[in-house]
């Protein structure tokens, strides 16, 4: 859960830091869509059984269930952020990236993880 934090924390973060620029309130600004993907990523993984000790067991289910969930949350994470910021549109960008981007380091981080530890008990 703390690896899927830190994705959540460096999408959020990041995005912030390459939008607005030497914001002096980088965190504070970043915590709408960091606490929006985290928060909705927490219910959605736990509801699904992302860390559930017999799929991080198996690479194969792990990446299965963090896509699923992934799917979930990913267009809920969108609506609710766009609903918190009080936005009337969606960028197409801005939907790319977070599906893609998010999506990609949660399956490596899971995936990698769920490898290792598969390797580790051989």
């Known amino acids: 859960m703390l690896g899927d ?13 390459t ?9 504070v600004n970043a915590l709408p869509t960091l606490l ?10 736990r509801l699904i059984g992302v ?3 017999e799929v991080i067991a198996h690479p194969r289910q792990a ?3 963090t896509l699923i969930a992934w799917v979930v949350v990913g267009p ?11 936005r009337t549109a969606i960028p197409l960008p801005f939907i790319l990236v977070t599906l893609g981007l ?9 995936g990698g993880y769920s490898w290792w530890r598969a390797r580790r008990s051989v």
């Open 5 to 17: 934090a830190v994705i959540f924390g460096f999408f959020a973060i990041g995005g912030r830091e």
């Open 19 to 27: 939008h607005a620029a030497g914001d002096a309130n980088l965190i």
């Open 36 to 45: 929006t993907f985290l928060l909705i990523w927490i219910a959605v993984a």
């Open 51 to 53: 860390w559930r000790a």
């Open 63 to 65: 990446l299965a269930r």
């Open 76 to 86: 809920i994470g969108l609506m609710v952020r766009a609903v918190i910021l009080s």
């Open 102 to 110: 998010n999506g990609a380091l949660l399956l490596l981080w899971h």
